[in-house]
């Protein structure tokens, strides 16, 4: 198993462009979630989702929209970018059936916005 | 313009020594209080986590408490040893792992 996995690793934007962030998990696992985390901080939540088809709002949900089309992949959407979303993207998913599993985290993305 | 992060608060503890690091939450309907560690550079890494209806879990070096009452959470880390410096974070679930929120993080250093 590849476990969870992120792309891309780094990317640089200026002000006002988009992009997608792709996550992807083979464990099967049905929650998956998005998390931002800023310098000398803690994580926060961003979106996450229960299911295929299905997404909510976490802490920080603002600027950004998710999409769940697939069991296995999350995409993370900024569709104008600003430099307060300059921030390490990290992706995590979890097997709902196994209440005290581990949450799965991806490598983290760096996402710079100039 | 660059944005101003908070500071992590510090432990420091000596190699061998047992180390205790603290949180507070906040939501009283949590149903679980997990520990994460992350080093540098990489995402978080699970330690373990306990459920809301008890007071103490045990794992490897590892003891969680829980005080539902004045609604604090800590690890206790026995023999710490190096590799165990890391920023430290809590968190807390609803719905059985459906939303995951994180506290605050607290950096341990371990002297040698």
């Known amino acids: 198993n590849a476990g969870v996995t992120q792309t891309p690793k780094f990317r640089v934007l200026k002000t006002g462009q988009s992009m997608t962030l792709l996550c992807a998990q083979d464990?099967?696992?049905?929650?998956m979630y998005w998390y931002r985390q800023d310098p000398g901080m803690g994580l926060r939540l961003i979106h996450y989702?229960?299911?295929?088809?299905?997404?909510a709002k976490g802490e920080v949900p603002d600027g950004y929209n998710v999409s769940r089309l697939k069991k296995q992949n999350f995409l993370l959407g900024l569709e104008s970018a600003a430099p307060s979303q300059t921030s390490v993207y990290f992706c995590a998913s979890h097997h709902r059936r196994l209440s005290t599993d581990t949450q799965y985290f991806g490598p983290g993305t760096r996402l710079t916005v100039l | 313009g660059e944005s101003v992060g908070l500071h992590l608060p510090t432990l420091s503890v000596q190699e061998g020594d047992n180390s205790i690091i603290n949180c507070a939450y906040s939501n009283s309907a949590s149903d679980y209080f997990i520990w994460y560690k992350q080093e540098s550079g990489k995402g978080p890494q699970f330690i373990i986590d306990i459920r809301s209806n008890m007071d103490k879990r045990q794992g490897q070096r590892v003891t969680v408490l829980l005080n539902k009452t004045v609604k604090h959470l800590s690890l206790q880390i026995a023999a710490t040893q190096p590799g165990d410096s890391a920023v430290y974070f809590c968190?807390?679930?609803?719905?059985?792992?459906?939303?995951?929120?994180f506290g605050t993080g607290t950096k341990l250093q371990v002297i040698p």
């Open positions: 464990m099967n696992h049905e929650y």
């Open positions: 968190a807390e679930t609803t719905g059985g792992y459906q939303k995951v929120t």
């Open positions: 989702s229960v299911g295929e088809g299905t997404t």
